[in-house]
């Protein structure tokens, strides 16, 4: 009996330390869906129709509201969100944005910050 137990508290010990490392994973994951699948396809979507990408300046929210002087070209909303708001990454941070890209110089570069919030570091997911 106390053999079960001492095996089940070691593997509960086990799950709780990679906890973070088991759901992280996931997060990220999901993260680069969003950029290499949504994202990808909304900004093509979006260059088909207005002949370029949106600006740094206009951001992603030109994926789902007419930017100024869009005229009819303008076919969107490229992106199906809730309540008009822009998509955030699985940590509640919105995906960053940049056209034309530092990363990706001939194109635009589209990230999360990852777990810790800040851009350049090692848990960042990139289009690059």
């Known amino acids: 009996m106390m053999l079960v137990i001492a095996l089940i508290g070691l593997l509960i010990?086990?799950?709780?330390?990679?906890f973070d490392k088991?759901?992280?994973?996931?997060?990220?994951?999901a993260a680069q869906m969003f950029i290499e699948t949504t994202g990808k396809t909304a900004?093509?979507?979006y260059r088909f129709a207005m002949g370029n990408?949106?600006?740094?300046?206009?951001?992603?929210?030109?994926?789902i509201v007419a930017p100024d002087g869009a005229g009819s070209r303008?076919?969107?909303?490229?992106?199906?969100?809730?309540?008009g708001k822009l998509n955030v990454d699985p940590w509640g941070n919105p995906y960053q944005y940049r056209y034309p890209g530092t990363k990706n110089t001939a194109g635009y570069d589209l990230f999360s910050l990852?777990?810790?919030?800040?851009?350049g570091t090692?848990?960042?997911?990139?289009?690059?």
């Open 43 to 45: 900004l093509a979507s």
């Open 53 to 63: 990408y949106p600006t740094s300046a206009q951001g992603l929210n030109a994926l």
């Open 114 to 119: 990852g777990r810790d919030g800040q851009e």
């Open 22 to 29: 088991i759901f992280g994973d996931s997060q990220a994951k």
């Open 13 to 18: 010990g086990v799950g709780v330390a990679n």
């Open 74 to 83: 303008w076919s969107g909303p490229y992106l199906d969100v809730k309540g």
């Open 122 to 128: 090692a848990d960042d997911v990139t289009n690059w």
